[in-house]
């Protein structure tokens, strides 16, 4: 038989205590050690001990006791809180035609934003690389410090991603597939670097700073020039085997359809995103007299708005198309909320009452209330902010380990 290494085991539930304890204390805002053991299920005396270590380390820090008395002893209880300065992190969105820069402190607040156009709309891995390492340093510049200050990058990728490993499978925005774009970035930056795609990063920021922050089991989903996904079940972004569990914008809804900028045909996005209902409104010419390279998803609505029946008819499809989309992920998932978030829901046609009528009645009918659907519109920041999430966890874990290894 097997041996089991049992100090190993240990460390290990120790290392877990200290990921819950903390990751509680973010998402509470402050709490006392004694709610903190409640939440958690670890006990008083292991919750004491482990934010001893947290506090010694520099990660939280005690705040001014409430007026609240602790029941047992008749005074009142210390609060703990995230430390907000123990650690800058950055996140960077590659977007269509752009980057977004965000550095956060540790508690989430935002230090500084920067923006820089793309060069290309697609750039080759150096390139790419280049250009990051370039953004981050200006942005770090412009809040008046030093990228060595900064304590983790996490970068935004549309594509298919290995997030553990950093890897992009296919992207968009690059000219070429397979490529280790984490090592490359780090060859060139002196800080870890955390790289996902950019709708599981949007996902981790509404966790964190937006509407998912209480609950457990939801579904984000974006749509800019391409349609992402983000799956957070019990509380943890679900990424698949392969990394691409969440792709919703490549999910068939017609047998040899429209062309897919990921090379296949009838995917969702082709017929939904803003590259889609340009391509249709060119075949059409609903944007007749328009240079296509200037052409907008913005006078596309316009025309919409002010009448033009060819111009609806392309929204009307994207609607329909959007509402089968929906109803297949209610269909598999059963979700608490979705999402609808970024600057698209701007376009009320994604989000029309005959849309969510639609999925409602192509969902399963059982004797229950539906998935709440709700509406975030934001900006590219919120791009950012979700990178700078991943950049943040990420940094987390190598300071949690820092003092197992010392332990």
């Known amino acids: 038989?097997?041996?089991?290494?049992?100090?190993?085991?240990?460390?290990?539930?120790?290392?877990?205590?200290?990921?819950?304890?903390?990751?509680?204390?973010?998402?509470?805002?402050?709490?006392?050690?004694?709610?903190?053991?409640?939440?958690?299920?670890?006990?008083p005396a292991t919750v004491t001990s482990i934010t001893s270590e947290l506090l010694k380390a520099g990660l939280i820090e005690e705040i001014?006791?409430?007026?609240?008395p602790d029941s047992r002893r008749g005074r009142p209880r210390v609060a703990l809180k995230i430390r907000g300065d123990a650690h800058i992190v950055a996140g960077l969105k590659v977007a269509n035609r752009n980057v977004m820069v965000a550095l956060i402190d540790f508690e989430g607040n935002t230090?500084?934003?920067?923006?820089?156009?793309?060069?290309?709309?697609?750039?080759?891995?150096?390139?790419?690389?280049?250009?990051?390492?370039?953004?981050?340093?200006?942005a770090a510049q412009e809040a008046d410090m030093d990228v060595s200050q900064i304590s983790g990058l996490g970068i935004g990728v549309a594509g298919i991603i290995d997030a553990p490993r950093g890897f992009v499978y296919w992207s968009p925005s690059m000219t070429e597939r397979n490529v280790g774009l984490r090592d490359l970035v780090e060859a060139r930056l002196p800080l870890?670097?955390?790289?996902?795609?950019?709708?599981?990063?949007?996902?981790?920021?509404?966790?964190l700073f937006g509407m998912g922050k209480t609950v457990s089991d939801f579904i984000v989903v974006t749509i800019e020039h391409g349609v992402g996904m983000g799956i957070v079940i019990d509380n943890a972004l679900y990424r698949g085997t392969r990394g691409c569990g969440a792709e919703f914008g490549h999910t068939k809804v017609h047998l040899d359809g429209a062309l897919c900028r990921c090379g296949q045909?009838?995917?969702?996005?082709?017929?939904?995103?803003d590259y889609a209902l340009l391509r249709e409104a060119s075949i059409t010419g609903s944007l007749s007299g328009q240079d296509p390279e200037n052409a907008t998803l913005d006078m596309l609505f316009r025309k919409a708005k002010s009448g033009d029946t060819t111009a609806q008819s392309i929204f009307h499809r994207a609607g329909r198309m959007f509402a089968m989309g929906l109803a297949n992920i209610v269909n598999i998932f059963d979700p608490e909320l979705i999402?609808?978030?970024?600057?698209?829901?701007?376009?009320?046609?994604?989000?029309?009452?005959?849309?969510?009528?639609?999925?409602?009645?192509?969902?399963?009918?059982?004797?229950?209330?539906?998935?709440?659907?709700?509406?975030?519109?934001?900006?590219?920041?919120?791009?950012?902010?979700?990178?700078?999430?991943?950049?943040?966890?990420g940094v987390t874990?190598?300071?949690?380990?820092?003092i197992t290894d010392a332990a």
């Open 192 to 207: 870890p670097v955390f790289i996902d795609n950019d709708a599981n990063l949007v996902a981790m920021a509404e966790q």
């Open 111 to 138: 230090v500084s934003e920067y923006t820089a156009a793309l060069p290309a709309s697609k750039l080759s891995p150096d390139d790419m690389a280049g250009f990051i390492e370039t953004s981050v340093r200006a």
């Open 265 to 273: 045909r009838g995917c969702l996005e082709a017929y939904v995103a």
């Open 397 to 402: 874990d190598l300071a949690i380990r820092k």
């Open 339 to 393: 999402i609808l978030s970024g600057e698209r829901m701007q376009f009320d046609y994604l989000y029309a009452d005959e849309v969510l009528e639609a999925m409602k009645a192509a969902v399963i009918q059982v004797d229950a209330p539906l998935p709440e659907v709700r509406i975030h519109k934001w900006g590219d920041l919120m791009w950012a902010k979700g990178a700078a999430a991943f950049a943040m966890d």
């Open 64 to 68: 001014a006791p409430d007026s609240k």
């Open 1 to 43: 038989m097997a041996r089991i290494d049992r100090a190993s085991t240990a460390t290990d539930q120790r290392e877990s205590g200290r990921q819950k304890v903390i990751s509680t204390i973010r998402k509470s805002g402050q709490i006392a050690r004694i709610d903190i053991a409640q939440k958690t299920g670890v006990s």
